[in-house]
């Protein structure tokens, strides 16, 4: 079940908002898990033991550290801590990463090792990153650990970020597991954020993921150099609309149900450098990773030597985290090198440098990283990025491509326009001049337009459920 689906917009969401709402408030833990559950088993009905047991499992590991913490038993509970990671990246790395490495050494031995063919648990490596997160902080005491198996279940199971983030840590929503308030300015202000979201995937990424299937499907015969582009292009605003718009819906629903989930983006294609991007692309992630990876490692706080180690380990689990290809561990290094490029020597630079130059570099080396990002493997990457550079075998530009760029002008004005701060600008604008009435108006457009899309729709993926 997606979030921009008609079985999910006028009965999964209606019913079991209702029972939220209605249910006095020891109970809402229960309806929230047992409705995640629901939510789950509609699309992974095999893969909710497996989420339950890792929710049990570190459940049960929090508490054992807890204990032996209080007991002044470092040992046994560093030892509690180390078994919970364990049992958590096994999990991880044997149904997202099994095959891969199968791959990889019949690849490199010419050996026949017949590959598992297991399907991915959807968002496996998000609740994983959740839990793993919760006894890391329980072991430095940063939270207490949850002795109510309900609202433990509640918080690994959440139906709103479960599937594709943000990452929730168990910091962030804690106290709102035992002591959160349901209002109706909640509900209403949750409610636009969530019609805003299935906007930007409905209206934006879909049209654009639409059009760069079809550039992609013409194949490197021909793929032009425009088309190459104007591809990227499309999948770059593709990923941007359909993840920030997923992102919008969890955050929109959370705050209707009474929690606060971390922003996970924030406009990150008006950034004028990579570290820029960064700091405003999939924030709930690059922020798990800083403060559990890079910090322990030293992060800056080290020689130079180490610090450049410190962010290629960072990337090539970022990279790899992704998924389980030689291209997601290139792109993870891609963006390693020009962090450390910026790091190091041109950050600076770019900084006193007109806004500009930043702007372009910025774009360039992000359209690059999605080249390898969005194809299945390098050697269908490096075609793409041969079109792009004007070395393809279809030469600058034909007809079709043309004839593509001049009828989707409009579209690509509004995916520009959309990228940046200026609609949310005018929105408020607006609605301090005007109240709350166009601000109500314009949702009701967005959403009665995004229902009239999902009816006669075809293409209706969110690109980070195989994540």
Known sequence: MVFSSIIFLFRFLPVFLILYVLAPYRAKNFVLLMGSLVFY??????????????????????????????????????????????????????????????????????????????????????????????????????????????????????????????????????????????????????????????????????????????????????????????????FAFQIYFDFSGYSDMAVGMGKMMGFTFPENFRYPYVARSVTDFWRRWHMSLSGWFREYVYIPLGGNRCKRGRQIRNILVVWMLTGIWHGAAWNFLFWGLWFAFFLILEKLWIGKWLEKRWAGIGLLYTWLLVLGSWVLFSRPSLGQALVWAKSMVGMGRAGLADRAVLYELCSNAALFVLLAVGATPLPAKVGRSISRRFREIPGIFWQMLVFGLSVAFLVDASYNPFLYFRF
């Open 41 to 234: 088993a509609w699309g992974e009905p095999v893969y909710v033991a497996l989420m339950l047991f890792s929710a049990i499992s570190d459940y049960l590991h929090g508490i054992g550290i807890e204990r032996a913490l209080q007991a002044g038993g470092k040992g046994r509970a560093k030892a509690l801590l180390v078994s919970s990671l364990a049992i958590n990246l096994a999990l991880l790395g044997f149904f997202k990463y099994a095959d891969f490495l199968v791959g990889t050494v019949n690849g490199i031995f010419h050996a026949r090792i017949p590959t598992l063919a297991l399907p991915l648990p959807v968002g496996i490596s998000f609740y994983t990153f959740q839990t793993m997160s919760y006894t890391i902080d329980v072991y430095k005491k940063k939270v207490p650990a949850q002795k109510n198996i309900i609202a433990f279940g509640a918080f690994v199971t959440m139906f709103p970020q479960l599937i594709a983030g943000p990452i929730v840590q168990y910091k962030d929503v804690g106290e709102a597991l035992t002591k959160r308030r349901i209002t109706p300015e909640g509900l209403r202000e949750g409610l636009g954020r969530m019609v805003v979201g299935m906007g930007k995937k409905v209206l934006l990424a879909n049209q654009a993921g639409a059009l760069y299937e079809q550039i992609a499907g013409w194949g490197s015969a021909r793929l032009t150099m425009l088309a190459a582009w104007i591809g990227m292009l499309c």
